[in-house]
């Protein structure tokens, strides 16, 4: 049976990789986001795909994360690459929120009161 929700997280050490899933039903929405809310910190945006597929990144994670989607499963993945100790943190999907501004994105958002429990993301040094 299927798990709704973000999964994938754990404990690696910096350099290192992790690959997160997240399972909505994604197919009511077009652009679908991950975000990161560190301790003590305000959730923000680090990466979104449109329904077609184009990625577009926050500066602290291009080049290191991609984001992609399959429609048919229902699932958004993060893949997380060159981990440092400030990508700790809890990371969510959904798509883009009023209240979690980026100035990075332009494109459309709107507000969104499910946001599953996350996944734990901790990188040590």
């Known amino acids: 049976q299927v798990q709704l929700g973000e999964s994938g997280g754990g404990l690696v050490q910096a350099g290192g990789s992790l690959r997160l899933s997240c399972v909505k039903p994604?197919?009511?929405?077009?652009?679908m986001g991950w975000y990161r809310q560190a301790p003590g910190k305000q959730r923000e945006l680090v990466a979104v795909?449109?329904?077609?597929?184009?990625?577009e990144y926050a500066d602290s994670v291009k080049g290191r994360f991609t984001i992609s989607r399959d429609d048919t499963k229902n699932i958004v993945y993060l893949q997380m690459n060159s981990l440092k100790p400030e990508d700790t943190g809890v990371y969510y999907c959904?798509?883009?929120?009023?209240?979690?501004?980026?100035?990075?994105?332009?494109?459309?958002?709107?507000?969104?009161?499910?946001w599953g429990q996350g996944t734990q993301v901790t990188v040590s040094s």
């Open positions: 959904n798509p883009p929120d009023l209240r979690y501004g980026s100035s990075w994105y332009n494109g459309p958002r709107g507000q969104y009161d499910y």
């Open positions: 994604i197919y009511r929405f077009g652009v």
């Open positions: 795909i449109s329904s077609g597929g184009t990625p």
